[in-house]
């Protein structure tokens, strides 16, 4: 089945620097792709639709400054969390939308803590 | 966008059928529902989508009556691995591939 991945797995950073999460779709092309947080105990939460070649469509209360998505090719879409602080601090999964059949697929997700 | 509720948690033991259930009274015409599994620290992995009656995959089956107003995720015989939380979506054909998660049930099976 299709398979999208995420890089790095984990990452801990300090507060104040930035990081950047990698989702890539390895065996389809995914002109959408989505990015969410998830909490300790709680449900995904949607933050922005990345499209290839355009600019990402962020959810109401996600800053997009702090937040920055690339979408630059079919296969892969970033997201780089800015001057990162501890409540960024959080389980961000991507998910890819692939372009023939519309079907939608996870990936592993990035546990990221920023110390 | 059509609202869920599901229950918080369900316990069940090893070999049982659980069922879960679904509310979405809101859901429109063109809405399909669809339920995802999570595991801890992993992504969620699609378990099966129906539009009207009863669906059924090797891994569960989905009823849905014909008011389309509630839908049930059925496992049959579950086993330790299905812990899990379960969320119902609804809705997802007509909003661009957007996926709004609500709280989900989180299943717990004992030996």
């Known amino acids: 089945g299709a398979v999208v991945s995420q890089h790095p797995s984990w990452v801990i950073c300090k507060s104040g620097t930035s990081v950047k999460i990698e989702c890539r779709s390895l065996?389809?092309?995914?002109?959408?792709m989505f990015w969410y947080r998830q909490f300790p105990k709680q449900s995904l939460m949607l933050m922005a639709t990345?499209?290839?070649?355009?600019?990402?469509?962020?959810e109401q209360g996600v800053e997009k400054d702090k937040f920055l998505i690339n979408h630059a090719s079919l296969t892969l879409s970033t997201l780089t969390v800015t001057s990162a602080h501890p409540e960024d601090s959080s389980f961000y999964i991507c998910?890819?939308?692939?372009?023939?059949?519309?079907?939608?697929?996870f990936g592993p997700g990035t546990r990221l803590t920023v110390t | 966008l059509a609202k869920t509720t599901q229950p918080i948690s369900m316990d069940s033991y090893e070999g049982q059928e659980v069922n879960i259930t679904c509310s979405h009274n809101?859901?429109?015409?063109?809405?399909?529902i669809t339920w995802y599994q999570q595991f801890p620290s992993q992504g969620p992995r699609f378990i099966i989508q129906?539009?009207?009656t009863k669906v059924t995959n090797e891994v569960a089956s989905l009823f849905i009556p014909a008011d389309r107003k509630s839908s049930t995720l059925s496992l049959p015989r579950v086993s330790l691995s299905d812990t899990a939380v379960y969320y119902c979506?609804?809705?997802?054909?007509?909003?661009?591939?957007?996926?709004?998660f609500g709280q989900g049930t989180e299943l717990s099976v004992k030996p």
């Open positions: 990345s499209n290839e070649g355009s600019k990402a469509t962020y």
């Open positions: 979506l609804v809705g997802v054909e007509n909003q661009g591939g957007k996926l709004i």
């Open positions: 065996d389809f092309q995914a002109t959408t």
């Open positions: 809101n859901i429109a015409t063109n809405d399909y």
């Open positions: 998910s890819a939308r692939e372009v023939r059949e519309g079907e939608q697929y």
């Open positions: 129906g539009y009207k």
